[in-house]
């Protein structure tokens, strides 16, 4: 499965983001998803992931109660809506696809998202 993350940019401390990870190539609704980043000098980070139908989510402890994941598989989509970001929230997203909890196969390539202070 092809994965293309987007909707970084440049957003001030408090405001809020919404990511999206377009899926194509292979059925969707079959493969578990997560999205993950990579601060400049640090290594990738998990931060949350959800069920093949959506029902289940699982957070990193830094993100949660302020990002939440969800995906709408008839538009082959993922989504990460982020809210209340902070500067150490900056950092390149990217999405990913597995068949099963945290067993992650195809990596899209990621989306910039850059907080101001």
């Known amino acids: 499965v092809q994965l293309q993350a987007s909707g970084g940019g440049l957003v001030q401390a408090g405001d809020s983001l919404r990511l999206s990870c377009a899926a194509s190539?292979?059925?969707?609704?079959?493969?578990?998803m997560g999205w993950f980043r990579r601060a400049p000098g640090k290594e990738r980070e998990f931060l949350a992931a959800?069920?093949?139908?959506?029902?289940?989510?699982d957070y990193a402890d830094s993100v949660k109660g302020r990002f939440t994941i969800s995906r709408d598989n008839a538009k082959n989509t993922l989504y990460l809506q982020m809210n209340s970001l902070k500067p150490e929230d900056t950092a390149v997203y990217s999405c990913a696809a597995g068949p099963r909890w945290h067993d992650w196969t195809y990596w899209g390539q990621g989306t910039q998202v850059t907080v101001s202070s």
């Open positions: 959800v069920s093949t139908v959506g029902y289940d989510q």
């Open positions: 190539g292979r059925t969707f609704s079959n493969y578990f």
